[in-house]
């Protein structure tokens, strides 16, 4: 059974740093299509950035954020730099759960999911 653990979350004011991690058991990450998610309550999950066959980095996030890995340790990260109130959400770590690459659309079960960690920036 695949296992992906967040951690890194928490409160810092706007313009602040944030890195988080997401260690993946009982499977790799290498080869594996990855991405941070977030979400706000209420509202739908959206992807923040994708590392694997199809990198992809959200426009709002683009040049203050980065994803980066390292698969010998089977862990994902999300650099997050001149962070803004509205960066404020659950963030949530995934590995697609059939075959190795990134698909072109997005269906939640097309994903395995950490449980999140919360990031709040205040302004």
């Known amino acids: 059974q695949v296992r992906l653990v967040e951690s890194g979350g928490g409160s810092v004011p706007a313009g602040g740093s944030l890195k988080l991690s997401c260690v993946v058991s009982g499977g790799d990450t290498s080869g594996y299509c990855m991405a941070w998610f977030r979400q706000i309550p209420g509202k739908e999950r959206e992807l923040v950035a994708q590392s694997g066959s199809s990198g992809i980095i959200a426009d709002s996030v683009k040049g203050r954020f980065a994803i980066s890995r390292d698969d010998a340790k089977n862990t994902l990260y999300l650099q997050m730099n001149d962070l803004k109130p509205e960066d404020t959400a659950i963030y949530y770590c995934?590995?697609?759960?059939?075959?190795?690459?990134?698909?072109?659309?997005?269906?939640?079960?097309?994903?395995?999911w950490g449980q999140g960690t919360q990031v709040t920036v205040s302004s």
């Open positions: 995934a590995r697609v759960a059939f075959g190795t690459t990134c698909f072109d659309e997005y269906r939640e079960y097309f994903w395995r």
